[in-house]
């Protein structure tokens, strides 16, 4: 077989792993593991170990048998949260792209990061080559932004301590005189959140929440864009109420049918 020389075999042997429990069961022993992968037990006991201390793996007791952990079926419940809105969501994005003419993108929530879902694409972006399965920072990103200021108040809080907390979100916070508690006012007030030439001087982008029935934001529909000289608030009104219209038009599938903030 011809190796590829881009692959890291532990990130694939981990991987592996993880698809063996899903294959075989929940509850594993090393010994199973690494014969079914045919791996050394030393080998097989390192991978688990680093897999349990990232939250991926647990063994409840020491020696015994091996579980899926809390991380990685969260990310399985964000997925299929994700392709559920997205199939109900896509009619209504094709709407908007041929609206607006340009990048349409549908964005869920994962930790502090937003996972991209669904993407119709006018054309690449300068340097932000994203596709579905992306990730970007919630803290930089409009359906990022979007998302956190719509969710619940202790975990907007606890997401927000924790992004502060964190030296690169800091440290991009601090260079740019960002107030995430400020931001997440005016988001909601506005019922939509921009980024103007924050990743680079010619990209703009605005995103506006998707709400369920109890006014929570299960995704963001995000428009990004070149700005070609052109002043973000005239972008703003230009295209913000296609976008609105957009999110709530998906949102009312969800049964949530109230307006959202003031352009």
């Not at 991978?47 to 952990?69: A, C, F, H, I």
């Not at 054309?123 to 930089?140: D, K, M």
Request: overall charge neutral; charged content about 20%; aromatic content about 4%.
């Amino acid at each position: 077989m011809t190796r590829d020389t881009n692959t890291v075999t532990a990130l694939a042997r981990g991987l592996n792993i993880l698809e063996t429990f899903a294959r075989l069961g929940h509850s594993l022993s090393l010994a199973q593991v690494a014969q079914e992968l045919g791996l050394p037990k030393s080998t097989a006991f390192r991978l688990m170990n680093s897999l349990v201390t990232l939250g991926y793996l647990e063994q409840p007791v020491k020696g015994g048998l091996y579980n899926l952990g809390p991380r990685v079926l969260g990310l399985g419940f964000a997925v299929l949260q994700g392709l559920d809105v997205r199939e109900a969501a896509m009619p209504h994005l094709e709407r908007l792209f041929g609206q607006v003419g340009e990048n349409v993108n549908l964005c869920i929530l994962d930790r502090s990061e937003v996972i991209y879902v669904a993407r119709l694409k006018k054309r690449e972006i300068l340097s932000l080559n994203l596709h579905v399965g992306s990730r970007l920072p919630a803290y930089s990103s409009s359906p990022g932004r979007v998302l956190m200021a719509y969710l619940l108040p202790a975990e907007r809080e606890e997401l927000i301590s924790s992004l502060e907390a964190d030296p690169d979100a800091g440290l991009w916070l601090k260079n740019r005189g960002v107030d995430l508690r400020q931001m997440c006012e005016q988001v909601r007030a506005r019922g939509m959140a921009i980024s103007d030439g924050e990743y680079s001087p010619e990209l703009f982008a605005m995103a506006a929440p998707v709400l369920d029935g109890t006014g929570l934001a299960r995704a963001a529909v995000n428009l990004a864009m070149l700005k070609g000289g052109q002043p973000g608030e005239e972008l703003v009104q230009r295209h913000s109420p296609a976008l609105k219209e957009c999110a709530a038009n998906i949102s009312a599938l969800l049964g949530w049918n109230q307006p959202l903030g003031q352009s």
